[in-house]
């Protein structure tokens, strides 16, 4: 099983590039050999998709990389440290850092995960997304599609 | 007795969303006591606005992560009694089969994660991995169970695809069905596990009791979490007062406090509570039997006023949930599945609807024209329906922590935990990753 996860908030500008994109990705039936999830703001649920049997997790999310906004970048959090600090869980303060700490103290073996980081423009309140990210929305499809080989 | 304390938290944390608890006491006078919600409003409703009744559901549900089946049940729901739409009773059954999916999952995750390391004594669920690794995993089994059988009926456990006005886009197959009962009952070990545990660290839970209005959904068929006839409202002497569901803006009175962004609700008194122990004061007698079964063991009885004892309150929802699940899903494998098709409108007029959401009522309301195309709406949230409760709380709450000389941290956390007792949602944050590449 090969899984494709979004994760974001709908009303928080760029902060939904990753649902967007699973949706569209499922929405256009491009989800070949892999499923594409949108699991909104409920991080902890993605440790149902990181169980024994998962081959690979692509999780696609805004990220703060340092970079010019809408760019993206593929990498895995072995290469990468959280600059996040979080008293705990929940289901809003949470990031994918605290989920997969939290995977790993319970002792899982994790599938090999990568995350295709959106640079955002705007998280600020509000529907849609900024203009730097929509329109470089089809690159971040394909760059999805394509992790998988599609 | 402390004379002065001053309590700043700022963006409280394990609630859902941004809210501020500050309290200054100088010289033993009260100089501030304030719940306070920062958050900026959303104006969902002009987003649907001049839009097809066949996108307002969707749009909707983006309005939270956390409640997408409630905004989407809520939606469709206000949008059929608008367009003169009655659907069937499959669809009846299988909305409701939804609904407790969403209220079973909210809940888990607030009990055993936001709440349970205040019992426990813990900062956050992480320390709890060392020393109640199984509590842990039993949460995360029952979290999976919720998330599985969401998706069953809702295509997708956050955002909703099947649910559309008139019924539903796709149907769950009686093998889908009988598939979600088997781990529905596989679960009952662990639920009967979670009532060991929330009995063992009840005696934590604060005594506080400050009366106040409590109002639900009201049926007389069922618990009234998808539907209900009415709202009920009833106060701590069991005086009830009964409403129709179109004239919520009545009985909500929505106003402005300079100490929020969002607004305050009241109705008969100068506040109401809604969510979970709400509905357990308006409506415990459609519980199931198990789930009073479960508030006896876990010494909770209509009408509880310990505002502290919502979190108890959602347990016995929990055990409700599971049991009535079970019973749906009877019905529907027994009658099977019929592809009924999608109920049209009979008209273009306007509706208002009332779901329970896990945190109280969701109201949602509509006006179409005569294309279909929606040109009003209207949309009150429930954590906003207890933020004036949360501020009499705290106005109570502050001279009886004063009087038990109790210290500031000890002080802080029982205002923490007071909040948290109401699983707030104040408004979905932002979730992006934050990160530094290592090289």
């Given amino acids: 099983m090969r899984y494709l996860v979004g994760i974001g908030t709908y009303a928080a500008t760029d902060d939904s590039i990753g649902l967007r994109v699973a949706e569209a990705i499922a929405a256009e039936g491009l989800d070949k050999g ?40 593929l990498f895995t959090l072995e290469h990468a440290r959280t600059r996040k600090d979080l008293a705990g869980l929940s289901t809003h303060e949470d990031d994918l850092a605290k989920v997969l700490e939290l995977a790993r103290a319970l002792g899982r073996p994790l599938p090999p995960i990568t995350v295709l980081g959106i640079e955002p423009a705007d998280v600020s309140s509000g529907m849609g997304l900024s203009s730097a990210l929509e329109a470089r929305f089809r690159e971040y499809v394909v760059a999805a599609v394509g992790f998988f080989g599609g | 007795m402390l ?139 029952l979290k999976r169970l919720a998330h599985e059988w969401g998706s069953a009926i809702g295509g997708r456990t956050t955002h909703p695809t099947t649910v559309i006005p008139g019924g539903f886009a796709k149907l769950p197959t009686v093998k889908e069905l009988e598939a979600l009962r088997e781990k529905i009952l596989a679960a009952v070990p662990d639920l009967e596990a979670t009532l060991d545990t929330i009995a063992a660290l009840a005696p934590k839970i604060p005594a506080f009791d400050r009366p106040t209005e409590y109002m639900a959904v009201s049926s007389a068929s069922e ?77 909770l009885e209509p009408v509880c006023t310990n505002p502290y004892m919502n979190t108890v309150a959602q347990v016995v929802e929990v055990v409700h949930s599971a049991y009535e699940g079970l019973r749906l899903l009877d019905e529907l494998i027994e009658s099977g599945i019929a592809d009924e098709g999608i109920v049209q409108p009979t008209r273009f007029a306007s509706g208002a609807s009332a779901v329970e959401v896990p945190r109280g009522i969701l109201f949602h309301e509509y006006e179409y024209d005569a294309e279909g195309m929606c040109v009003r709406a209207n949309c009150i949230i429930p954590t906003n329906q207890n933020h004036g409760n949360i501020q009499r709380d705290f106005d109570a709450l502050l001279p ?16 923490e935990m007071l909040v948290r007792a109401y699983d707030p949602c104040i408004s979905c944050s932002t979730h992006y990753v934050d990160v530094e590449f290592v090289r």
Wanted: hydrophobic share 40%.
């Fill in chain 1, 34 to 73: 892999f499923t594409a999830i949108d699991l909104g703001g409920n991080l902890l649920d993605l440790l149902h998709y990181l169980g024994e049997g998962i081959e690979r997790v692509l999780v696609v999310d805004a990220a703060r990389m340092g970079r010019e906004p809408g760019e993206h970048q």
């Fill in chain 2, 400 to 415: 009886r922590l004063l009087a038990e000389g109790i210290s500031e941290d000890d002080m802080r956390l029982r205002f």
């Fill in chain 2, 3 to 141: 004379h002065d304390v001053n309590i700043n938290v700022h963006h409280l944390t394990r609630v859902e969303g941004h809210g501020n608890i500050v309290v200054n006491v100088t010289d033993g006078t009260v100089e501030q006591c304030e719940w306070q919600v920062p958050e900026a409003p959303r104006f969902f409703e002009a987003m649907v606005r001049g839009r097809h009744y066949s996108e307002v559901a969707r749009i909707t549900s983006r309005i939270c992560g956390i409640c997408a089946v409630g905004h989407t049940l809520a939606s469709v729901k206000a949008t059929e009694a608008a367009l003169g739409i009655e659907v069937t009773e499959q669809t009846k059954k299988l909305r409701s089969l939804l609904k407790h999916a969403e209220n079973f999952d909210s809940h888990v995750l607030h009990v055993y994660v936001l709440v349970a390391p205040d019992l426990l004594g813990a900062p956050s669920v992480f320390p709890l991995i060392e020393t109640h690794g199984e509590v842990v995993a039993r949460a995360l089994r």
């Fill in chain 2, 223 to 299: 618990y009234g979490l998808y539907d209900g006839e009415a709202v009920e409202t009833v106060l701590a002497d069991g005086d009830r007062a009964r409403y129709a569901v179109d004239d919520y803006r009545t009985f909500t009175n929505e106003y402005m406090t300079a100490q929020s962004t969002a607004k305050f609700t009241k109705n008969r008194l100068d506040s109401y509570a809604a969510g979970a122990l709400a509905r357990f004061n308006v409506n415990y007698e459609m519980l199931r039997p198990e789930a009073k079964a479960a508030a006896e063991r876990l010494g």
